[in-house]
């Protein structure tokens, strides 16, 4: 591979992870992208009205587009500190591989695809490149829902790109629903008011009953409760108090059950003086490509073609959301790293010659 395309995409990867862009406040770096796409001479660069960036590379127009995309969204707060580090072989900064070099990613399809005359490669069908917005934490999927709405089916395929994973081939989306849990009581003072029901304890013992719950292994399924908030002082009984519950499974069926003994728990949990309610606040719907798709067996040929042992699997990507249509898609990674959501994540720095060289094998095959 041409080590200035490897040059390139870490420089541009490095450079968007600088623009802070937490889940609904992606503008920024949306409109970095916008800029650099438009300045890299793509064609039909625009915004759409929930803040994702499209371009198109032209094709021959003989077959439907492939549309790739990659997430501008971290799960770190606008203040937070994006200081980077180099290592021996490794870039250090939180985002940077989540997806900062995901997004990189689209760009360098772009610089390799590119003709020496300026035109891009004589491929069958158009490439639409898409950052787009809100895929993590309560992002709920929003940006990939236009991006799917906007195509739908007449596509030869979705193609999901992550900064990291190399090596997986995510033709599985984990169905998960998350849910904020409001417990309310009427509070007090806490000695004067002494035995009255406080929101924090009914929630709490709600809590204690939702993780006591028998989960299956196959298929695999599980619960976390991610954040608690609630009460206004250490001597009051708290009139309020909330937590955000994920639930996630292989199978659809198997969530629904989680589901249903959790309405029978907040069904439980209500009484005199006492309310509790749940709302779904997230959701990822579950979908899936058999591993003898063509789009799953192109993937792990281009993979081991470059000497990476390919992974089908599982996972919750933007992928969920073509898949749960019933439309063809996957998400490949460019290269290794870790540390992902947290401030010492990294990406190895040689892995992604390998990663880009099997992604434009990718493109290059799909239409075939």
Request: charged share 20%; aromatic share 6%; hydrophobic share 45%.
């Amino acid at each position: 591979m041409n080590p200035t395309l490897l040059e390139k995409t870490l420089e541009l990867a490095v450079a968007i992870q600088q623009i802070p862009a937490p889940t609904f406040e992606e503008v920024r770096r949306a409109a970095f992208i916008h800029q650099r796409f438009s300045q890299e001479g793509f064609a039909d660069v625009y915004t759409d009205p929930v803040g994702n960036v499209y371009a198109r590379l032209p094709g021959l127009g003989k077959a439907p587009p492939l549309v790739i995309t990659a997430h501008l969204d971290t799960v770190f707060p606008a203040a937070t500190e994006l200081q980077l580090r180099r290592l021996e072989g490794r870039i250090l900064g939180p985002g940077i591989g989540d997806n900062s070099l995901g997004l990189a990613g689209l760009f360098a399809l772009g610089w390799a695809l590119r003709a020496p005359e300026g035109r891009f490669a004589d491929l069958p069908g158009d490439i639409w490149l898409v950052a787009n917005v809100g895929e993590e934490g309560l992002g709920n999927l929003h940006g990939m829902r236009a991006v799917v709405d906007r195509f739908g089916g007449d596509v030869t395929a979705y193609l999901v790109l992550e900064g990291m994973a190399l090596g997986q081939v995510y033709h599985r989306g984990l169905g998960v629903r998350r849910y904020q849990i409001t417990a309310e009581t009427a509070g007090g003072h806490s000695w004067i008011d002494y035995g009255k029901p406080s929101a924090i304890h009914e929630l709490a013992k709600l809590i204690h009953r939702i993780t006591e719950l028998p989960l299956t292994t196959e298929p695999r399924t599980t619960l976390n409760v991610g954040v608690i908030s609630g009460g206004s002082s250490v001597n009051s009984i708290a009139a309020q108090a909330t937590c955000l519950l994920d639930l996630r499974s292989e199978e659809s069926n198997a969530l629904k059950l989680l589901e249903a003994s959790l309405a029978v728990f907040i069904r439980d949990a209500n009484r005199e003086g006492v309310r509790v309610i749940a709302e779904v606040v997230g959701e990822r719907p579950a979908g899936a490509l058999p591993l003898s798709h063509r789009l799953v067996q192109l993937g792990v040929r281009c993979l081991e073609a470059h000497g990476i042992r390919a992974r089908p699997n599982i996972g919750s990507t933007d992928a969920n959301l073509p898949l749960s249509r019933g439309f063809p898609a996957i998400c490949l990674g460019l290269t290794t790293g870790g540390g992902a959501h947290t401030l010492q994540e990294w990406i190895d720095i040689q892995p992604l010659r390998q990663g880009l060289a099997q992604l434009i094998d990718f493109v290059r095959l799909v239409f075939a």
